[in-house]
């Protein structure tokens, strides 16, 4: 409120000024502990906070919100929720609302924030390509088509993440391709592509460090990986068995791959249409055993200390999740939180992990020591849940 | 203010009211990008934020800062300050002043928060032990003398970190023994004892993990390694090269343990008296090789992605920073920043550093891709520098 005004508001309704402006005074909180909860079928986000697991505000309008995810700003006050249909949406956690959205493209799957919190990057379906904003104004300030070598057919793009460096990694469905963008200068990208990683890459993820980016292949059998400390190296493959093989079995829902869930040296990883979740020696990439699960693994996320791994399912398993001792590799808990569990986010230092439970509109809380349920929040068809402290790391 | 107030603020000075309100109205901000520099001569901290890299409030009044450190709230609104002095101070970093202030002992060194973030624990040495107090008010919760067994002498306790489930543990110097505390019901805390562990354990820190707890010994060679996940197996001597040695060099400054700066599986950390880092294979506990420095390190800090680790110097050496690349294993970098290089402190996802340059009363940000200066701060003989994104680490 503008001074002059509040002179005006005071003469005439005194006191009205006053608790207009003391309405106005929001307490200051911290946003350390924040988070948002996807609820895709309204197109709208809850804003929750985890210390006392309650909910601060839910924010509608948000589009086509099916598959959407988020990141955060530096400062942990705004969230970029990237819509399904194009759309880019900026909230302020603070406020409550919407701080500015765009409609970017027709078709979009995620997208990464650059190291230093300036930039977001939008991996496109349609037209396939990779858009860069300015965080502060959502301003375009890139498009770099995915179109490949003399191919002017745009590649939808898949597994966009960010790398220190401010640059952005991300695969080329349609072209079999792995691109490298250096972002230090916003206006001229540098682009380093490398062709024939195999064919199509369906998704990508980069290790908790920023050394490493893995991409899926849908297309074929074994991982891609790429050296993001020597990129000169090239793009190799890994994991030769690893996929649907020589005759798939059926796969309901291709596993995600944007979690790398490590533990000392061991990724954990779902099989690929096998009740199964693999480990990888991430010293020579081989496979390092299987453990045997409930289901077909969609998530597999490791607890931020590494000691144990959850996993939820494909239909028919979906009502479940199973976790995983990291050390006896077996698996030391099955719960039932209801149908269809979506997702799960641990909290930062990993005592609790949010589950999101779709077909039941509950998101539960769990305790990852002792397996009790703490709460539960209501949520209308919850999938999605990211918590601020992504605003911290690498590969986001 | 209270609405009453308000009502007769309104009746009096109609507009008044409305200015002290407009005024008590702060912009909401985010707290991801805060942080706080201890100025130790002073007794006083500044918060700082590190997206426009600017000083938002200098508080004071908190005692003898020397060696002080501090841990964050969850919400990462609050910072927790340790000083040597006994006291331990509750800054809120939104409104910029002290929240409560204790002094709980006569002189101490350090502390944790626990992983729920509701405990704050307080390593002492006069009288030794650790008390534990709840993160909202301050109240003492627990207080746990460190006698040891029938010695009913408290001895001084060190290397105080947090752990997953909520524990704490820390290394007793006179008694040489290592403690485990699980604090679930913080009432009753469950102390676990490791007796001789090594001669006078002079500092601790524990895996980025929180898998593995380290402490260095004063009184003789070697590193005491306890694995969090195993305690039952005890601990054991690892590196019985490192320390002193039987003919010891003069150490001007025993390095600081308090970081375990990891990269893939090599720990780099300081050789004692030597003007050398080691690296420590993480898989077998063994020496892995050793980095020729400038000087005696002090602090040996890996950046956030592991590919770069920072090291600063004892005396006379201690106006210069080394780099070193931990691919290629060689010193890429010597910075100068000046006279009494103390502390350095990385941005969370590594863009950045700080760096505190006591005796030229400044603290230097430094791009750590380009090694470019990007500002300088002005403080008053600053120290340690501490960012909100710890709020989110295990270890802390």
Redesign the interface.
Known sequence: ?R?EH??N???VY??L???L??S???T???????GIIIERASGSVQVI???QRTRLARISGLGDLSHASAV???????AYVFGRDGGLTKID???GRVAKRIVQAGNSIGGAIS???RLIAVSNYEPGGVKVFAADTLALLADIPAGSGDDQRRSKVVGLVDA???RFVYSLYDAGEIWIVDMRNPRAPRVQKFADVGRQPYDGTVTP???YYIAGLFGEDGLALLDL??PSLGVRRVLDGYGRGRQPLPVFKMPHMDYWAL???TAFVPAVGRHEVLMIDQ?NWKEAGRIDVVGQAVFVIAR????QVWVNFAPPENDKVQVIDT?SHKVIQTLKPGKAVLHMEF?????QVWISVRDENRVDVYDT?TFERLASLPADKPSGIFF??R????GQ
């Open positions: 409120m001074v509040l002179l508001y005071c003469r005194p006191c000024a006053g608790m402006l003391l106005a005074c929001a200051p909180r911290g946003t350390g502990d924040l906070e985890t210390s955060y700003s530096r400062d942990a006050r705004f956690l603070l406020r190291q230093d919190g220190p460096g401010n460090d920023g050394h400390w020597q533990s000392n040296d010293k931020p200390d590494g000691r050390l909290t930062p230092r990993g005592e020591a601020t402290a605003a911290h790391r690498i």
